[in-house]
């Protein structure tokens, strides 16, 4: 009997010897493709800074988006207080001409009008010409 306990402990041995050994094999694998990582990060990086990140994505449009997303302002626009700002009769190039709207997308201009109109603050005259109320 004693002999096969100890050839069960001699192979239970050769597994966890085996066991480290692709443990360690494994942990140096993980190591180079971190740094391998690290470096393709840092090259991404580069690119970036160069510029290219967002041509790369996007092409032309990537870059005209960026540049458009870069030059807007980041604040929201107080629509209430741009109508104060307005004559009497406008139409929607006057909204455009109006501080913080001349970085806005027309369909921004338009769902603005749109909602002063469904407020009351608006009527609409004819195509294109609106009315404050």
């Given amino acids: 009997m004693p002999r096969q306990k100890l050839r069960g402990v001699t192979s239970f041995a050769r597994v966890q010897e085996q066991a480290r050994a692709l443990y360690a ?14 470096q393709l990060k840092e090259e991404a990086a580069a690119l970036h800074r160069l510029g290219l990140g967002s041509a790369a994505v996007g092409g032309t449009r990537g870059r005209a988006r960026a540049a458009r997303a870069a030059a807007a302002p980041s604040g929201r626009v107080d629509w ?7 004559p009497k009769q406008f139409k929607a190039a006057d909204v455009r001409g109006i501080g913080a ?21 608006v009527k609409r005259k004819a195509r294109g010409v609106y009315e404050r109320a």
């Fill in 101 to 121: 709207a001349k970085s806005k997308r027309p369909s921004e201009i338009f769902a603005a009008i749109t909602r002063w109109i469904d407020a009351g603050l």
């Fill in 80 to 86: 209430r207080a741009m109508l104060d700002q307005l």
């Fill in 25 to 38: 094999s494994l942990q140096s694998e993980i190591r180079s493709k971190e740094t391998e990582l690290r």
